[in-house]
T-cell receptor, first 110, second 112 residues
Framework: SQQGEEDPQALSIQEGENATMNCSYK?????LQWYRQNSGRGLVHLIL?????REKHSGRLRVTLDTSKKSSSLLITASRAADTASYFC??????????FGAGTILRVKS | IAGITQAPTSQILAAGRRMTLRCTQD?????MYWYRQDLGLGLRLIHY???????GKGEVPDGYSVSRANTDDFPLTLASAVPSQTSVYFC???????????FGDGTRLSIL
């Protein structure tokens, strides 16, 4: 069963615009992670936010976590064509596994 | 270059055949994982190993088996392939469970 549910399923923006993707989950978590997947490749880890953190930055990425609403968002600022990819959230449920959502497909048009 | 190597990159297999997907990492990570990725379903965990010598079942383990004889290798075996096992299979590793995972580039498997 999927824990994280990303929204929207697909997003198309112009280069230079910001892209926001949301993730909702159902149970208590240890941390939440965001991954990127380029077409035909494996997933690449972007950022990890722990349950006691509310916001984290990495370059053009900003992640927020609201444990009361069981939701997270990933913001990519000043998007580039190279950001075109699928983005997945994954939750660590204090167990032995990450549970991945179905992903958001981001297309950045140049 | 450090990372995860998966082999083969793609395979077409007749139903009923046995197949082993290979996965090797050179990062000395303790934990390793096998996922399958199907359109619209994201990644689903098949089996995992928190450390050499131990394995555990994930969300969709039926029809698959794994072994972890050493730190570096984590092969996935389909004992008797069925068409519903057609998928893209990803191997991943992490320093410890709960840590960020590093992924291979996948094996695209078609069962006819």
């Amino acid at each position: 069963s999927q824990q994280g549910e990303e929204d929207p399923q697909a997003l198309s923006i112009q280069e230079g615009e910001n892209a926001t993707m949301n993730c909702s989950y159902k149970t208590s978590i240890n941390n939440l992670q965001w991954y990127r997947q380029n077409s035909g490749r494996g997933l690449v880890h972007l950022i990890l936010i722990r349950s006691n953190e509310r916001e984290k930055h990495s370059g053009r990425l900003r992640v927020t976590l609201d444990t009361s609403k069981k939701s997270s968002s990933l913001l990519i600022t000043a998007s580039r064509a190279a950001d075109t990819a699928s983005y997945f959230c994954a939750t660590d449920e204090y167990g032995n596994k990450l549970v991945f959502g179905a992903g958001t497909i981001l297309r950045v048009k140049s | 270059i450090a990372g995860i190597t998966q082999a083969p990159t793609s395979q077409i297999l007749a139903a009923g055949r046995r197949m082993t997907l290979r996965c090797t990492q050179d990062m000395r990570h303790n934990a390793m994982y096998w996922y399958r990725q199907d359109l619209g379903l994201g990644l689903r965990l098949i089996h995992y190993s928190n450390t050499a010598g131990t394995t555990g079942k994930g969300e969709v383990p039926d029809g698959y088996s794994v072994s972890r004889a050493n730190t570096d290798d984590f092969p996935l075996t389909l004992a008797s392939a069925v068409p519903s096992q057609t998928s893209v299979y990803f191997c991943a590793s992490s320093r410890d469970r709960g840590e960020p995972q590093h992924f291979g580039d996948g094996t695209r498997l078609s069962i006819l």
